[in-house]
């Protein structure tokens, strides 16, 4: 099992561009520049969802990646200020800046910052945590302003869990995956049945999300011997996804790890022929070297620009200008991002 992957990297990157182009297109219909039946078609089918597969990618990617990092040697301390430094700064960055941004351009009072949702100060814990926007998605009133979405508090979550998970997948892998299976078998049975757990869709929840993580976990130790049938079962369930035009029976969060792995699987083998272009592949890196800072600052850009063509009639080529926008503003934004955050934690 090697250190690093170039398929990862192309992997972490794709996912990325359809979890922002889902955002970029939907705010067309929040704004009313588009009506959803007009645009839906570009992020979702009868059986898939690209934001749904992006998103499951990126927590298949950071088990992956996790177990890689420490597959020789692990500190739990080492660890937590890693994830500390990495995760936590930049989003206290972004969200000093975006406050400061909402207060100079009027849409927040600094007399009542979070209006009229009831906020108890002592939930600013939350944002502390980096979960803010997370706990929120429950109906608990948060000092959240969005950044990072649920996705990031999940994740924190996750990674606190992940010494406990390193440790059972080392000793028994097949076993732990096996539990995780039955888990989450289970948990998407019992979910509408659950009280409070419910009150988000299962795509947002720990309890099913952790699942993509731990598979990731597991999937990363078969990378180089990957056997040619998986990889054509992975090309005719990414197929049978695309081209059946009717909604395959079964709850919707059992196909999204399928899909995932599918698409997982097939990266993998192709991750030779990735290694043959390296010019390209270090663009890649570059670019997936800022994916979190981008994803961090994307929706806050994305509301601010959309919010100028409200419930206006945008042209075709108006709404691609509003995109382009949007993707060089967030680019511009997640590189300083980056340098400013590497400048603070260069000692550390």
């Not at 994830?83 to 941004?101: A, E, N, S, W």
């Not at 009027?106 to 939350?126: A, K, M």
């Not at 961090?296 to 945008?314: A, D, F, K, P």
Request: net charge positive.
């Amino acid at each position: 099992m090697k250190k690093r992957y170039n398929f990862m990297n192309v992997l972490r990157v794709l996912s990325m561009v359809a979890i922002v182009f889902y955002h970029m297109i939907f705010t067309l219909y929040i704004y009313g520049i588009r009506q959803l039946s007009s645009i839906s078609f570009f992020f979702s089918n009868a059986n898939m969802h690209i934001a749904k597969i992006g998103v499951g990618l990126f927590f298949m990617l950071s088990g992956a990646g996790l177990m890689l990092s420490s597959s020789n040697s692990f500190d739990s301390k080492t660890f937590y200020k890693k994830r500390f430094i990495k995760i936590l700064i930049p989003f206290y960055i972004v969200y000093i800046c975006y406050l400061f941004f909402l207060l100079a351009s009027r849409q927040i009072s600094i007399s009542n910052p979070f209006g009229d949702r009831n906020v108890n100060p002592l939930s600013f814990i939350f944002t502390i945590l980096g979960m803010d926007a997370y706990v929120d998605s429950f109906g608990i009133p948060t000092c959240s302003l969005g950044i990072g979405e649920w996705f990031l508090g999940c994740l924190i979550i996750i990674y606190l869990l992940y010494p406990f998970l390193r440790t059972a997948m080392i000793k028994n892998r097949i076993l732990t995956m096996g539990i995780a299976t039955i888990y989450y078998v289970l948990i998407l049975i019992c979910y509408s049945y659950i009280p409070y757990v419910n009150k988000v869709p299962m795509y947002t929840n720990l309890l099913v999300k952790i699942y993509d993580f731990i598979l990731g976990m597991f999937l990363v130790h078969y990378i180089d011997r990957i056997p040619k049938l998986s990889v054509f079962i992975s090309l005719v369930t990414c197929a049978a996804f695309l081209f059946i035009p009717v909604t395959l029976p079964g709850i919707n969060s059992f196909q999204i790890p399928a899909q995932c792995v599918a698409v997982f699987i097939i990266f993998a083998a192709l991750d030779k022929y990735f290694a043959k272009a390296p010019k390209p592949m270090k663009i890649i890196e570059k670019i997936s070297s800022i994916s979190y800072e981008y994803f961090l600052i994307h929706h806050c850009v994305i509301l601010e620009l959309s919010r100028q063509g409200q419930n206006t009639s945008y042209s075709n080529m108006n709404i691609a200008v509003l995109f382009l926008e949007e993707i060089i503003v967030t680019i511009l934004l997640a590189l300083v991002l980056k340098k400013v955050c590497e400048l603070i934690t260069k000692k550390h």
